[in-house]
């Protein structure tokens, strides 16, 4: 499976950005998409995860209300909706597939890393 992620750029605060996550090769339907980010100086955390199959979600508290992860199965995209970005939103932003869920957590299981895309967002 590859994951090509795009859409990251410069934005002002308060802008909006659509992240892309196309997935190729073999999938699954009981796959689990993330997007993670990783700042200068922090660690990689998850922001937003999807189900394949259900679409059920997971956010951080961070993100809660401003980012909207979504899904297009036909064509294998998993899209990040940011809005009323932030400064501390400044990040690179991965995608990643994990083959079936995990019974630890949607941040844990990951099999599959897309190369990361940046967002930085001005003040």
């Known amino acids: 499976v590859q994951l090509q992620a795009s859409g990251g750029g410069l934005v002002q605060a308060g802008g909006s950005l659509r992240l892309s996550c196309a997935a190729s090769?073999?999938?699954?339907?009981?796959?689990?998409m993330g997007w993670f980010r990783q700042a200068p100086g922090k660690e990689r955390e998850l922001v937003a995860s999807?189900?394949?199959?259900?679409?059920?979600?997971y956010y951080s508290d961070s993100v809660k209300g401003r980012f909207t992860i979504s899904r297009d199965n036909a064509n294998k995209t998993v899209y990040l909706q940011m809005n009323s970005l932030k400064p501390e939103d400044t990040a690179v932003y991965y995608c990643?597939?994990?083959?079936?869920?995990?019974?630890?957590?949607w941040g844990v299981g990951y099999d599959y890393w897309g190369q990361g895309t940046q967002v930085t967002v001005s003040s």
């Open positions: 990643a597939a994990a083959k079936a869920p995990s019974s630890t957590g």
């Open positions: 090769g073999r999938t699954f339907s009981n796959y689990v």
């Open positions: 999807i189900r394949w199959s259900g679409g059920s979600t």
